[in-house]
């Protein structure tokens, strides 16, 4: 996929990355039809060494799951957000699996999680048999709510049946409080694990999100803040919790020269090919990072004016990587809600989405109990994400900007004529 625009061939420059810029002057030289032309949501974005170590792993004849490079990775990876051990996978999803199954969540057990997230999140506590319980979010970092936390994991102690886990999720690139989220959990000794897909190079309070709870995974999926195209990472300062993980995730072998199988294990290891790929793309982190939030900033700049549009904030407890740039519109002053505009950047060829559904509205998890909800209900009924992609250049920026303010525009003059008429008006009125 191109960096920012389908049906353009990437140009590389001189340090190796794509040009948007003069990837759009190609376009324009081919001629290619302005329906072809699309400003995607969060792009891959290499960094131009991907190319080279893996090909260094293709020459090596690692080319099986496992190998220096996965190795490298992790150990990379670990040293990057401060945690102990790292563990690479095929995907988050796998990754949060193994974090439940260190956990000890089995059949019939309750798994408190937050509502405002992507569905991946949910599955692996379905997949063991075990119930979610849907946390809303607070208005501060659009994360789990501590209080409501504190409320569902009291009532449960009351009862004698507190849950395995607390699953905390950190949306957009922005960290959950865990001051408070680790505090309450530590109170009744539940064990935490982070999601933190969305929020590699985030921060809390100089810390990575992550690396607070029992385990914290990250993601590498085409779309996130770095890419392995899949894959994802379960860290922990916990060396036993890595080690039997990593053993699971290889099948569960047993130690001994020939194969034997004491426990059900998984086919969840990351490829050394693109664990290589994973190396290269971490090394770039910060830069990408600063790009994310330098999308964000032009936005906030040329939009930010707009009455009833509003961003997603920054909590005052850490960095927010700005992963995606999030908006909420109030459709009385904007006066076009998140679905109209959303379809109007679509017919321009730019690629909005809404925020999150929540989990307690989704048709598959209807059956479980929610705590809380309207919040995060709103944010989607409100919430759209912008192109966020690092590689965006400044005119992608001000095209999406510029049709944001155009459709304002376009309300603004029908909600001028549709005012009622005065008598002297319909007394003049033209013939």
């Not at 690139?173 to 590699?200: F, K, W």
């Given at each position: 996929m191109?960096p920012?625009?389908?049906g ?17 002057r ?11 032309i699309?400003i ?14 893996v ?5 090596s004849?690692?080319?099986?799951p ?8 992790e150990?990379?990876?670990?040293e ?9 996978l ?6 949060l699996?193994?974090?439940l199954?260190?956990a ?14 992507f569905?991946?999140?949910?599955n692996?506590?379905v997949y ?11 208005p ?9 936390l ?17 699953v ?5 690139g ?5 001051d408070?989220?680790?505090?309450v959990c ?16 985030a ?13 914290g995974v990250?993601?590498f ?33 047993d ?11 998984y ?25 994310r939030?330098?999308n964000f900033?032009?936005?906030?700049n040329?939009l ?12 005052p407890w850490g ?15 904007f ?39 309207d919040?995060a209900?709103?944010?989607?009924e ?24 155009a459709?304002f ?5 029908r ?10 008006d319909l007394?003049?009125r033209?013939?």
């Amino acid at each position: 996929m191109p960096p920012g625009r389908a049906g353009v061939p990437a140009v590389i420059t001189a340090r190796g990355e794509p040009d948007p810029a003069r990837a759009i002057r190609t376009w324009k030289e081919q001629s290619v039809s302005p329906e072809d032309i699309r400003i995607f949501l969060s792009p891959p974005h290499m960094s131009g060494r991907e190319a080279a170590l893996v090909s260094e792993a293709f020459a090596s004849n690692w080319i099986a799951p496992l190998g220096p490079f996965v190795s490298r990775f992790e150990r990379d990876f670990a040293e990057k957000v401060g945690a102990k051990h790292a563990l690479a996978l095929s995907s988050g999803t796998a990754a949060l699996h193994l974090a439940l199954i260190e956990a000890g969540v089995r059949q019939g057990d309750e798994v408190l999680v937050s509502t405002f997230t992507f569905a991946a999140t949910v599955n692996p506590i379905v997949y063991l048999g075990a119930r979610p319980v849907f946390i809303d979010s607070e208005p501060v970092s659009w994360n789990m709510d501590p209080d409501l936390l504190a409320e569902a994991l009291e009532q449960r102690a009351r009862a004698g049946r507190l849950p395995r886990a607390v699953v905390v999720v950190h949306l957009y690139g922005q960290s959950a409080d865990m001051d408070a989220i680790i505090r309450v959990c530590d109170a009744h000794g539940v064990p935490v694990i982070e999601d933190a897909a969305e929020a590699l190079g985030a921060t809390f309070r100089g810390r990575a999100p992550g690396t607070f709870g029992a385990s914290g995974v990250y993601s590498f999926n085409g779309n996130k803040i770095i890419t392995t195209s899949g894959g994802g990472m379960l860290v922990s300062d916990n060396g036993d919790l890595i080690h039997h993980a990593r053993k699971i995730a290889t099948q569960a072998r047993d130690a001994g020269p020939h194969y034997q199988h004491s426990e059900i294990g998984y086919n969840y290891r990351l490829s050394n090919l693109l664990a290589a790929a994973g190396v290269a793309q971490l090394e770039v982190l910060n830069e990408r990072v600063g790009m994310r939030r330098r999308n964000f900033a032009y936005y906030e700049n040329a939009l930010g004016a707009l009455p009833g549009l509003s961003f997603m904030p920054e909590a005052p407890w850490g960095l927010h990587t700005r992963w995606l740039t999030c908006i909420t519109l109030d459709p009385a002053e904007f006066g076009v809600d998140r679905e109209g505009l959303r379809l109007e950047l679509e017919a321009s060829g730019i690629e909005a989405r809404p925020l999150w559904k929540p989990m307690h509205l989704q048709p598959v998890f209807a059956e479980y109990e929610s705590v809380g909800g309207d919040f995060a209900a709103g944010l989607f009924e409100r919430g759209l994400c912008l192109p966020s992609g690092s590689s965006l250049s400044e005119g992608d920026l001000d095209e999406v900007a510029s049709c944001i303010r155009a459709v304002f525009r376009r309300a603004a003059r029908r909600r001028t004529f549709a005012l009622p008429r005065t008598a002297a008006d319909l007394t003049h009125r033209p013939a």
